[in-house]
């Protein structure tokens, strides 16, 4: 009989996701869980397992496509008494079962059914009855990619091995798939450059970043990635010997994380009434303190830096300050007081910006701070923090000053009440005991919802933080 698996909800109520690569082809046998494509939504590459034991029968979506929850993706002959295909079960079960890309569970059992009785899938059972999503732990970085002042380390993932691609009717082309992570194949897409065409030079012939940035389009015809169209273009180049022949202008798709941010900034933007304040101060002290403890053998590994120094800082005036920790509950008509600090961390990607958040991170010391900020930044780069970490933030906070920036007015992270951005520690002359003197000085940058926070409050959370971060010997009388 024929089963068709539709797109199920990967979580947090996505509508869409994108098919990223096939890894199977019509004709290949497959297991119950077995990893048979990867798929983009709008806040991660997951894997997505065959919730069926049997012989794939037609790919119904070519990669590269953006498909909407609900569509039939791939059908499976399976051994049995004909009968009507069947869905997927419930999109509770499915949400389970979707693991961010390199996270493997041996014997994972998705959201396919493990027995059948009586046409009814069934699903296993898992010990102690928890979510399989959640006992998953974020695999080490395939590549971990810097996007500032830092070059990408590329690493051999764990028993990669090549897959045949999928030929559904003409659409995509067959072969083996070539070895490569997730961000490497993005850009690819990004610069339009065919993978089947580059030879890899990383272990094994992985196909690394640099090997596509290499694939120039002289040396690499710009055509179809894994069955998807290349680009849209402007029209036809037009041959200048100046230039070369080089296109007026690239059109991109707006589809999953750049569209999603889109959305989220737009509804902030307009619904939620920003006010944004700002704090130039003398941080030297933080400084001295930063070197001394990279100095300190018991904290020389800790990772420590001023945006761990800030977050913490933050957690504490958060403490002092409740307002800022609050979220505007329009359809309750309520206004919700978090008695913990989810926080977000806004994160530049090569998929574009990102907000996961550490959890509870008001409990955490100085250390578990540095420790959490490392894992969240590395794991976001890479495309592999689970979507569930992507939600649930109370406050946020943006190191702008990795960029050289001093100052902004960052926009509110939707449902949160205020955003704080730090910027560019600069050696600069500044009034010290009476005199002028180099200081390291940073400015801040604090906006917050009117509605939730009045002008005192933000004002006297900002302070808090300032002094904090001109004197840290004043955490005492804070606490």
Not at 161 to 187: D, I, K, M, N, Y
Not at 343 to 353: E, K, Q, S, V
Request: overall charge negative.
């Amino acid at each position: 009989m024929i089963k068709v698996f539709k797109l199920p909800d990967l979580g947090e109520g996505l509508t869409e996701s994108e098919i990223v690569a096939w890894l199977v082809a019509p004709g290949d046998e497959v297991t119950l869980n077995q990893h048979i494509a990867d798929v983009e939504t709008a806040k991660a590459v997951v894997e997505l397992p065959s919730p069926f034991a049997g012989v794939v029968s037609v790919l119904h979506q070519p990669a590269g496509v953006v498909v909407h929850v609900g569509e039939p993706i791939v059908s499976f002959e399976i051994g049995g008494p004909a009968e009507t295909a069947s869905a997927p079960p419930a999109d509770a079960d499915i949400a389970d079962a979707a693991a961010p890309t390199q996270q493997r569970e041996a014997n994972l059992v998705g959201y396919g059914p493990a027995v059948e009785r009586g046409g009814h899938p069934q699903r296993r059972p898992r010990p102690g009855g928890g979510s399989v999503a959640a006992e998953l732990q974020p695999a080490p970085s395939i590549e971990a990619h810097q996007p500032v002042a830092a070059s990408p380390a590329e690493l051999e993932p764990a028993e990669a091995e090549p897959a045949a691609s999928a030929e559904p009717a003409g659409a995509v082309s067959a072969g083996q798939r070539p070895r490569s992570t997730p961000p490497v194949r993005a850009l690819a897409r990004d610069l339009g450059i065919d993978l089947a065409t580059v030879t890899g030079t990383g272990r094994d012939g992985l196909i690394t970043r640099g090997d596509v940035r290499a694939h120039t389009p002289e040396s690499a015809p710009a055509a179809e990635l894994h069955g998807a169209p290349a680009l849209e273009s402007g029209g036809p180049a037009t041959p200048d010997t100046d230039r070369g022949a080089a296109p007026r202008e690239t059109r991109t798709p707006i589809k999953s994380l750049r569209k999603l941010t889109a959305a989220a900034m737009v509804q902030s933007a307009f619904t939620a009434p920003h006010v944004t304040e700002f704090l130039t101060l003398d941080v030297t002290p933080t400084i001295d303190l930063i070197d001394s403890l990279r100095t300190d053998r018991a904290f020389a590994d800790s990772g420590i830096g001023i945006l761990s120094v800030v977050a913490k800082a933050l957690c504490l005036a958060a403490g002092r300050t409740p307002s800022v920790n609050t979220r505007w509950d329009e359809q309750a008509g309520e206004i919700v007081q978090f008695h913990h600090v989810n926080l977000g961390i806004a994160a530049a990607t090569p998929r574009g910006l990102l907000v996961p958040n550490i959890v509870d991170a008001d409990r955490l010391d100085l250390r578990g701070l540095a420790a959490a900020l490392a894992e969240l930044t590395q794991s976001a780069r890479a495309g592999t923090t689970a979507p569930a970490a992507l939600s649930g933030g109370t406050i946020t906070v943006t190191n702008i000053g990795v960029f050289g920036i001093d100052a902004g007015t960052p926009i509110i992270n939707p449902g949160e009440a205020a955003i704080l951005a730090l910027g560019a520690v600069r050696s600069q002359p500044w009034e010290y005991q009476g005199e002028v003197a180099l200081r390291k000085v940073l400015t801040l940058s604090l906006s917050f919802d009117h509605r939730l926070v009045d002008g005192e409050q933000g004002s006297r959370f900002l302070a808090d933080i300032g002094t904090i971060l001109a004197n840290p010997a004043r955490v005492l009388t804070m606490v």
